[in-house]
């Protein structure tokens, strides 16, 4: 555009705005979200993320929430939780499709949970509690942002658990799994007490308001029972704090050999702390007592289940996680997609997280 000999030049966030005024005059803006996608893609390193299962400590300084762009309130947060052996990199084909849609990139902002996912369940999803607490101290500390506190948790996989134990408050059946005696006789260290108590004694994090759930094993995977989960979980490093509460509480623990509920506690029967695989097993009592319990009254979610044989049809296995471990009661939805395990990219699967997204902010004020 010139005016007067000059050009003039203009630098437009895509993400922040579709038009410019200029001389009296407004102009649509043309924007392309894909090409940049690709090109992280190509250029970004690589995620690692099945050697970060074996090893966590190759993610210390990577895991926590990663955002896009600047926090922009009045825009929804959509969190997205990836699943075992996997990254962020996963959801990049449904954020394509997310952010191509007008309304949903006008309307929402979009972040990644990354982990290594050879950590227990229960580590990882209290990394993603502390990581939402400290999105919301630093960016809307007095709750004013009704953006920041309908925030929305789409989920793959083992992400899936880590968004079960984000929407639901703990139970006193956790600590009682392990022990016989009340969790402040073991006279832990203030550092090993808070680790611990962070695990295993939580409230429902307020501001998640919808969450949609991906090939989730709710009540574990027979995967994880075979052979080679088994070995490759022996092989799995476990972040080191917890290796050393475990080498302190496991002995003690192991004694009371008078504690009925000891011989149903996987970390027991194990010997050591479970790790990410260990954790997804059909007896791991954690798991069992999470379905039991409900989300938090405010939650809405959304089911969204993988099926090799036929789609729209209960029953079957996605080759992972069957259809009895991923089916919830009381979804708002459930959609069953001819697909393997890796239903994050699965073209029906994306247009329902779309429909969802939409459905959300018909029914946000």
């Not at 705005?17 to 005059?25: E, M, Q």
């Not at 704090?241 to 496991?250: I, M, S």
Request: hydrophobic share 40%.
């Amino acid at each position: 555009m010139e005016k007067e000999g000059y050009k003039l030049r203009f630098s437009c966030d895509p993400r922040r705005a579709d038009a410019i005024s200029a001389n009296g005059r407004t102009f649509p803006l043309a924007s392309d979200l894909t090409t940049p996608l690709a090109y992280m893609i190509a250029k970004a390193p690589e995620p690692a993320s099945i050697r970060a299962m074996f090893n966590v400590n190759i993610w210390q300084q990577q895991q926590g929430l990663h955002m896009l762009q600047p926090y922009q309130p009045g825009r929804i947060p959509v969190v997205f939780v990836h699943g075992l052996m996997s990254s962020p990199i996963a959801w990049l084909q449904m954020l394509n499709t997310v952010m191509g849609d007008p309304v949903l990139n006008k309307r929402y902002q979009f972040w990644f949970f990354m982990y290594p996912t050879g950590n227990p369940v229960l580590y990882s999803a209290s990394l993603l509690r502390a990581s939402l607490h400290t999105m919301q101290r630093i960016y809307d500390p007095a709750g004013r942002d009704p953006a920041f506190s309908n925030m929305v948790v789409v989920s793959h996989s083992m992400g899936g658990l880590l968004a079960r134990f984000i929407v639901q408050d703990s139970s006193p059946e956790y600590w009682n799994c392990l022990g016989n005696q009340p969790f402040d006789a073991y006279h832990l260290t203030p550092d090993e007490a808070t680790l611990i108590s962070n695990l295993l004694f939580f409230t429902a994090v307020p501001y998640v308001a919808r969450v949609a759930f991906l090939a989730t094993p709710h009540r574990g995977s027979p995967y994880a029972d075979t052979w080679y989960a088994r070995i490759g979980a022996h092989i799995t490093s476990v972040q080191q704090n917890l290796v050393a509460v475990g080498d302190k509480l496991l002995p003690v623990l192991a004694r009371q050999t008078g504690d009925a509920n000891t011989k149903r506690d996987l970390v027991l029967d194990l010997g050591r702390i479970p790790t990410g695989i260990d954790s997804l097993r059909p007896e791991n009592p954690v798991l069992k007592i999470s379905v039991a319990l409900p989300f938090a009254p405010r939650v809405v979610y959304h089911s969204i289940i993988g099926n090799e044989a036929a789609a729209n049809t209960p029953g079957g296995t996605d080759g992972i996680v069957p259809y009895w471990s991923s089916h919830l009661d009381g979804a708002a939805s459930e959609m069953i997609v001819k697909s393997d395990h890796s239903v994050e990219v699965n073209p029906r699967a994306i247009l329902e997280v779309r429909r969802l997204l939409l459905e959300h902010l018909a029914q946000t004020p």
